[in-house]
T-cell receptor, first 112, second 114 residues
Framework: SQQGEEDPQALSIQEGENATMNCSYK?????LQWYRQNSGRGLVHLIL?????REKHSGRLRVTLDTSKKSSSLLITASRAADTASYFC????????????FGSGTRLLVRP | EAQVTQNPRYLITVTGKKLTVTCSQN?????MSWYRQDPGLGLRQIYY???????DKGDVPEGYKVSRKEKRNFPLILESPSPNQTSLYFC?????????????FGPGTRLTVT
């Protein structure tokens, strides 16, 4: 079963607008990561937020983490057409596998 | 440049014909894994390896084999491919176990089994 579930599944916005994607997870975590995937290509790491952090910024990206609600959000400000991609949250399963478990992803379309 | 490479990028084959997808990383990473990505099912881990000669099954290992004879290479072997193994495959690596490091992905191998 997947650890993270993103919401919404798909999002369409105009260039220049902000995009917000949410992720919920089920078990305790050490950290949460966000990845981007352009169509049919490999995933690219965007940002990692630790469980003792509440907010983190990287360029136009802002990630928040609420461990009490087991949720995270990714905000992309001033979106560009090049931001069109799928976005995934991921958490580490803290057992012997140390598996990185991905959510189902949010497909973002930024219209020029 | 730090990277994970996979070959081939595209492969069309027939049922039962053994194939190998190679994966190599140049970052001296200990942890490597294989995923398959299917519409509606997301990314599912096939096998993983924590170090040389240490491999273990992921969520969907049936029909696949792996080996880790060298730290940099982690090939995925399909001994007798079937149409339900048609998918997009990704190799990945990362430097640590506990998830404090980002995971690097290869560009993907699109496999079609007819």
């Amino acid at each position: 079963s997947q650890q993270g579930e993103e919401d919404p599944q798909a999002l369409s916005i105009q260039e220049g607008e902000n995009a917000t994607m949410n992720c919920s997870y089920k078990t305790s975590i050490n950290n949460l990561q966000w990845y981007r995937q352009n169509s049919g290509r490999g995933l690219v790491h965007l940002i990692l937020i630790r469980s003792n952090e509440r907010e983190k910024h990287s360029g136009r990206l802002r990630v928040t983490l609420d461990t009490s609600k087991k949720s995270s959000s990714l905000l992309i400000t001033a979106s560009r057409a090049a931001d069109t991609a799928s976005y995934f949250c991921a958490t580490i399963r803290m057992d012997s596998s140390y598996k990185l478990i991905f959510g189902s992803g949010t497909r973002l379309l930024v219209r020029p | 440049e730090a990277q994970v490479t996979q070959n081939p990028r595209y492969l069309i084959t027939v049922t039962g014909k053994k194939l190998t997808v190679t994966c190599s990383q140049n970052m001296n990473h200990e942890y490597m894994s294989w995923y398959r990505q299917d519409p509606g099912l997301g990314l599912r881990q096939i096998y993983y390896s924590m170090n040389v000669e240490v491999t273990d099954k992921g969520d969907v290992p049936e029909g696949y084999k792996v080996s880790r004879k060298e730290k940099r290479n982690f090939p995925l072997i399909l001994e007798s491919p079937s149409p339900n193994q048609t998918s997009l495959y990704f190799c990945a690596s990362r430097g640590g176990l506990a998830g404090l490091h980002e995971q690097y992905f290869g560009p993907g191998t699109r496999l079609t089994v007819t």
